[in-house]
């Protein structure tokens, strides 16, 4: 579960450094997509516990 969440971090990280590198107007997408990732991660959280 840790490994997982640190797995998670570096992810986000990565998209986060990738992000501000490319224009302002690919931003909104980019959000959603981080949006959709994070609730993906919260949800392998829930089959983890389970």
């Known amino acids: 579960?840790?490994?997982?969440?640190?797995?998670?971090?570096?992810?986000?990280?990565?998209?986060?450094?990738?992000?501000?590198g490319k224009e302002a107007r690919e931003g909104l997408p980019a959000l959603v997509l981080l949006v959709f990732l994070i609730l993906l991660i919260f949800g392998l959280f829930a089959v983890d516990r389970f």
Do not use: E
């Open 1 to 20: 579960m840790l490994s997982a969440f640190g797995l998670a971090v570096m992810m986000i990280g990565a998209i986060v450094v990738h992000l501000r």
